[in-house]
């Protein structure tokens, strides 16, 4: 397809209110890209490197005719046309043609897309990369937050930890005429017995150590934003006090008789349903009207994977090592429960064991084999929504599919912790020699820095 037949198609498709499907390339040229391509009128997406969208792409590995996608009966079809370095489906080699889902990850040599059932969410935007990386996804939910203090209204929002929840009461704050202070709070870090001195202040004497006055999170908010994160955690007897505060403008002081003004806007955060903690009755149901006047639930990490590239390359600002399409790939295909912050802080410790290993690229085998996956006994990562991967069944957001006849990661994982990372007790424990074991943990991009590959 040339570049304007694709600029056509999506000027088309920008106002139709029926799917696109397509796919969106987000790296390549060992750099992020950020390219929606809409699956063409004749039904076939053919993927080579003079065009991708119209366009080239700077990776010389991908071949001229590399692969093609079909879409039938909801299900992508991928097919490899007999390229030189090969195509991946969420990190399993294509031999023929092989069916994917919505959310799928196709990687072309060094090149990596994602298949999208519906590309409208990204034909409009783009990958934001100045300080802050905010992708078309994530942009939805910062958007929200700007109608809510254009309207005057509290903001509660909902998400995962480490997804970005103060990025979006930053948003909140900076989108108001009168900005005043922005003065962010870990509820869960205050302790009950100091939660309403912290709070609302207190005056000299109300308690033995009171030797002066004592400003509280209100006072110091008066006239801009108080972000209250895990609000879920606050105890009771503070939750009142601070909705009359709300819903007065006046509270007190711990000791005070005289009643002082307060004008604050509230972003409340938290990672828990609030409306369960109401049934609950672990959270006041006032308190959460009044602050559920506009709700945002932020998306996780694994429901904007265009994102991931650019924050990986974000990560490794300032060291001597490059990306790899290979650990793109491997971090794309993993739930990451913690989020940003857990992707930000695994890519530094892949980047400092390729560094390790005198090496100047981070490749899949330098990511943990526990990056990004769930912590053993915790809850369960819920997909991505809507999102099912490789037609083997794999959920959204698992790890590559093994090859037919190959142990799974997890049983893999399994092996290894009873075996001490021994990996030839842990290839008898799965019936298999200790060099098909190392091949499948490498496809897997299963990593252990102390043992040696035959």
């Known amino acids: 397809m040339s570049q304007s037949t694709q600029s056509e198609s999506v000027v088309e498709t920008n106002a139709v209110s029926v799917p696109v499907p397509g796919a969106i390339l987000i790296f390549s040229g060992r750099a992020p890209q950020y390219r929606p ?19 080239p792409v700077p990776d010389e590995k991908v071949s001229r005719q590399h692969a093609e996608v079909t879409l039938s009966d909801g ?53 934001k990369h100045d300080d802050v990386i905010i992708g078309p996804t994530l942009q939805q939910a910062l958007d929200r937050a700007t109608v809510a203090r254009a309207t005057n209204a509290h903001l509660l929002v909902r998400g995962e930890s480490g997804a970005g929840k103060e990025l979006v009461a930053s948003r909140y704050h900076e989108a108001g005429a009168r900005k005043g202070p922005f003065v962010a709070v870990n509820c869960a870090a205050i302790p009950a017995s100091v939660a309403e001195r912290l709070f609302f202040g207190a005056v000299k004497g109300a308690y033995t150590e009171a030797k002066q006055d004592a400003e509280g999170y209100l006072a110091a908010a008066d006239g801009g934003v108080l972000f209250l994160d895990e609000i879920a955690e606050l105890d009771l007897q503070v939750q009142a006090k601070l909705l009359r505060a709300l819903e007065t403008g006046e509270y007190l002081q711990l000791g005070a008789a005289t009643p002082r003004k307060a004008s604050v806007h509230v972003v409340a955060a938290s990672h828990r349903d609030l409306r369960t903690a109401v049934a609950a009755n672990t959270f006041r149901s006032d308190l959460f009207y009044r602050l559920s006047q506009f709700e945002v639930l932020l998306p996780p990490l ?5 994102e991931v590239p650019w924050l990986m390359r974000h990560a490794l600002s300032g060291l001597p090592v490059e990306l790899h399409a290979t650990a793109v790939e491997a971090a794309l295909v993993r739930p990451w429960p913690g989020n940003v912050r857990e992707l930000l802080s ?24 526990q990056a990004g996956q769930p912590v053993a006994g915790g809850a369960p990562v819920p997909p991505a929504s809507s999102r099912a991967s490789v037609g083997s069944g794999v959920k959204p957001g698992a790890p590559p599919v093994p090859s037919s006849g190959d142990p799974d990661r997890e049983a893999i994982m399994a ?3 009873a075996t001490g990372n021994n990996v030839s007790a842990a290839a008898k424990q799965l019936d298999m020699h200790r060099t098909q074991l190392y091949r499948v943990m490498k496809r897997l991009g299963l990593f252990l820095p102390d043992a040696e590959e035959p």
């Open 37 to 55: 391509v809409v699956l063409p009128r004749d039904g076939v997406l053919r993927l080579g490197r003079e065009d991708i969208g119209g366009l």
């Open 75 to 127: 299900d992508f079809q991928v097919k490899d046309l007999g390229s030189r370095n090969g195509t991946w489906v969420d990190g399993a080699r294509v031999e023929g043609t092989v069916k994917a889902r919505s959310g799928a990850v196709v990687r072309l040599a060094q090149t990596v897309l994602l298949l999208e059932a519906d590309l409208r969410r990204w034909l409009a935007g783009h990958v």
């Open 302 to 306: 694994r429901e904007r994977k265009e």
């Open 346 to 369: 695994e890519t530094r410790k892949a980047a400092a064991a390729a560094q390790a290993e005198k090496g100047t690229v981070l490749r899949a085998e330098h990511l943990a084999p």
């Open 415 to 417: 092996a290894l912790a």
